[in-house]
């Protein structure tokens, strides 16, 4: 049983950057498959960037400016976020599931796979 507990967040201008993260207080993070999801208002949840015991993830959105990052001595996730633009303005949840190497982040369904969620942190992005 994991408790995800999220720090972070904030308000934020255009090209601006931002770190979250999301910790455990007994988990392995080498067990599991870890990702960020966010959701802005009136929006679907959408997947932003994973990583899993065999495989990686990232939304195409994305790419190149978010980095998930493991720090296994301190048993944390971090989201790093450079070059923040306006549309990346949610609220981001951090998730999980024990993972035995099945590929979780390369599914199109792994958020209905995650077994574990944080409670959310808002990131707001705006001029």
């Known amino acids: 049983q994991l408790y995800l507990v999220q720090s972070g967040g904030g308000s934020v201008e255009p090209g601006e950057s931002l770190r979250i993260s999301c910790t455990d207080s007994?988990?392995?993070?080498?067990?599991?498959?870890v990702g960020w999801w966010r959701q802005a208002p009136g929006k679907e949840r959408e997947g932003v960037t994973c990583i899993g015991v065999r495989d990686e993830s990232t939304a195409d959105s994305v790419k190149g400016r978010f980095t998930i990052i493991e720090d296994k001595s301190s048993n944390t996730v971090y989201l790093q976020m450079n070059n923040l633009k306006s549309e990346d303005s949610a609220v981001y949840y951090c998730a999980a599931v024990r993972d035995y190497g099945d590929n979780y982040c390369s599914r199109s369904d792994s958020e209905w796979r995650m077994d574990y969620w944080g409670k959310g942190t808002l990131v707001t992005v705006s001029s």
């Open positions: 007994k988990w392995r993070l080498e067990d599991y498959a």
